[in-house]
């Protein structure tokens, strides 16, 4: 079922992407995990998807992105792909699939676009990881760089927590950034580093798409985890993210009302359930005895 007041848009493309950068104008993107969740994003007009790793934070329920494997990826972004059709899809190489070697990156990349349809991947890492990013990028795929809190390495980082607060680490991201674009990345994720780092590195930037997670205001476009936005994601709310409903609260509201009417016997009521003509019932009798 599609919203007739919405009219169908074309395929997001690069060319779409990089024409919004000249124009100056912000793209949108978010993370997606599920088909239903796809089709709304698809329908909201949301440009830029993430079938992020974090879904196994916020899906499978584990403690960190590190358990994650490719199946898990792959099964996630085929349900995104269908429910988003003209989205631009980003697969997130998960911990292991691109770190071992640059082959190893290359043949994972390719199962996203091949298997997924997507239209892009995204591996964390600055300097160390720009060699994948050129292998994959020469195996003609697309390729999006992340920096500053890389959940990947969050034992590495100390936490979840701000990345590039002193001149010497900030000078490192900006490097890493300058890295990661001369490799062919021809979008890089900024997560949690201060806006002033992620003005310089947008300034900087030549003809690479600067994207910001809790990093202010000036980068090319913003990312937001969806399950942070409406309060899905029970363990912790990043301060970063703002909450644009509450959809938890109506969930868990709407499951404690269901709860209730079934054991007050208010639930089902006759639209609820199914019936058969007294013939046909009358002979179902006489067929049972
Ligand atoms: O997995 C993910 O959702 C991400 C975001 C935290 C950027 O990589």
Same mark, same amino acid.
């Given at each position: 079922?599609? @919203? ?87 697969? @997130? ?101 201060? @806006? ?94």
């Amino acid at each position: 079922m599609t @919203d007739p007041q919405i009219p169908p848009r074309k395929k997001i493309t690069l060319p779409y992407l990089f024409k919004k950068l000249a124009d100056g104008e912000p793209i949108t993107w978010l993370t997606c995990y599920d088909y239903p969740t796809a089709y709304l994003q698809e329908q909201a007009g949301i440009e830029m998807i993430l079938v992020g790793d974090s879904l196994g934070m916020t899906m499978l329920g584990y403690d960190s992105t590190l358990p994650v494997t490719m199946e898990d990826m792959i099964r996630h972004t085929q349900a995104v792909r269908r429910g988003a059709p003209t989205a631009f899809v980003i697969g @997130d190489m998960p911990y292991m699939s691109y770190q071992p070697s640059i082959e190893t990156a290359i043949r994972n990349a390719g199962r996203f676009m091949a298997e997924c349809g997507c239209d892009a991947i995204k591996l964390e890492g600055g300097a160390a990881m720009a060699d994948r990013i050129r292998g994959i990028v020469d195996a003609g795929i697309p390729a999006i760089g992340h920096l500053g809190l890389t959940p990947q390495s969050v034992s590495a980082l100390g936490g979840f927590r701000v990345q590039g607060k002193s001149a010497v680490l900030a000078k490192k991201i900006v490097d890493d950034a300058k890295s990661l674009e001369k490799a062919g990345a021809f979008a890089i994720l900024l997560e949690m580093v201060p @806006d002033r780092v992620c003005k310089l590195i947008t300034e900087r930037a030549e003809g690479c798409i600067i994207m910001s997670l809790g990093s202010g205001p000036h980068a090319h476009g913003q990312l937001l985890i969806y399950h942070d936005m409406f309060g899905l994601y029970p363990k912790f709310k990043p301060k970063m993210a703002k909450v644009y409903g509450n959809a938890g609260e109506v969930i868990l509201n709407g499951l404690k009302n269901y709860q209730n009417e079934v054991i007050a016997k208010q639930f089902p009521q006759p639209e609820n359930w199914f019936g058969m003509t007294d013939e046909e019932y009358n002979e179902l009798e006489k067929l049972v005895g």
